[in-house]
């Protein structure tokens, strides 16, 4: 059976791109200070993703989180701005992806979400290869938007590959 997907920037609602648009993902990342964050959290939702291909140019992710699953093209640059495309597969795809097509170890995290100011934080509690890794996530809506950073919050590692989940497939977090 052929399939149809129609791709969406990652931060919004699935929908079509003008002809001339690129989807762009700006997004910084921390490492915390404490788990003071935890009082402000959501009850989190279990992610499970792996990689079908992390490339010099872009990486192609199958991810599940809850009963939703996505195959996700993403560029391989490094700093706060790439290029990414997302869009919604069948959950049964998505874990036959896994299971039998995509790279060893698989990423697993718990993904909470934090309100703080203005923004809502993503913080990924890795287990697994990564267990031990906390890192804190905002997407912005341009290089240079202020934001509030919260007391919990650590040093930033935007610019360091190693936090790429693309990268904790080769080299696990355990490993460091």
């Avoid at 036959?96 to 923004?119: A, G, N």
């Avoid at 202020?146 to 693309?166: C, I, T």
């Amino acid at each position: 059976m052929a399939c149809s997907y129609v791709f969406s920037c990652s931060s919004g609602p699935i929908k079509r791109r003008e002809s001339n648009a690129v989807a762009t993902e700006i997004e910084r990342k921390f490492l915390l200070r404490d788990d003071s964050w935890r009082a402000d959290a959501d009850a989190g939702s279990v992610m499970r993703q792996g990689y079908l291909i992390g490339a010099r140019r872009a990486s192609v992710r199958v991810r599940i989180s809850g009963e939703r699953a996505h195959l996700n093209i993403k560029s391989a640059t490094l700093g706060i701005e790439r290029q990414e495309y997302e869009v919604e597969i069948p959950l049964t795809d998505a874990e036959e992806l896994l299971d039998t097509l995509c790279e060893r170890p698989l990423i697993e995290k718990t993904r909470y979400h934090v309100r703080h100011d203005r923004h809502t934080w993503e913080i990924d509690v890795f287990s697994g290869d990564n267990a031990g890794l906390v890192v804190a996530e905002i997407e912005l809506g341009s290089a240079d938007e202020a934001f509030e950073k919260p007391a919990w919050l650590g040093q930033e590692v935007s610019h360091d590959k190693r936090y790429y989940n693309v990268c904790l497939v080769t080299h696990p977090y355990q490993d460091w």
